[in-house]
């Protein structure tokens, strides 16, 4: 018996000046936009999985303010007829502020990220076929209309991954 079990990914919403920090990625879909976003890694809490996955794809560091939504989406990859269920948790970062400032040009784009760009919410609609799936707009909108919960609400025990944790800091 085969079990279930849905990928679950996170995704940064991170606007600045009224611009979303988006990435250009390359797929096997073709070159697509996205939030920052990537799979939760084993031992690995929610809001560390984002900031990891918005420094890793636009080597900016961030902060992460509130959640903006728990979404769930089917997608059936065209290459392989995969049937993948991702469960997918959006939060609404800002840029870290850091001596120097949040980017860190030293550091490199992911594998597979080409460059980032600054898009406005409309400059980002005006691309929705180039979007990597119907959750970058979603996101971006409900972040818009100012949808959001605390991120304490996402509790990871003690037990889970303690030698990643700090104590007394269960994110």
């Known amino acids: 018996m085969a079990v279930w079990k849905p990928s679950v990914t996170v995704a940064a919403v991170i606007e600045h000046q009224g611009r979303f920090l988006i990435v250009e990625e390359s797929t096997v879909a073709g070159v697509r936009l996205n939030q920052p976003a990537g799979h939760l890694d084993p031992g690995e809490t929610l809001v560390r999985a984002v900031l990891r996955e918005a420094l890793e794809e636009t080597a900016h560091h961030v902060e992460v303010v509130s959640g903006i939504g ?24 800002c840029l ?60 990871a025990d003690a037990s889970f991954a303690q030698h990643l944790i700090e104590p007394g800091r269960l994110q």
């Open 70 to 93: 728990v979404y769930l989406a089917r997608f059936v990859h065209e290459q392989s007829q995969t049937d993948v269920t991702y469960l997918r948790f959006a939060f609404a970062c």
């Open 96 to 155: 870290a502020s850091r001596p120097g400032g949040a980017l860190d040009p030293a550091r490199s784009l992911d594998h597979g990220i080409l460059r980032t760009h600054w898009l406005t919410a409309d400059e980002l609609r005006a691309r929705l076929s180039e979007h990597r799936s119907p959750l970058v707009m979603q996101c971006v909108d409900d972040h818009l209309a100012g949808q959001r919960f605390d991120p304490a609400l996402l509790k």
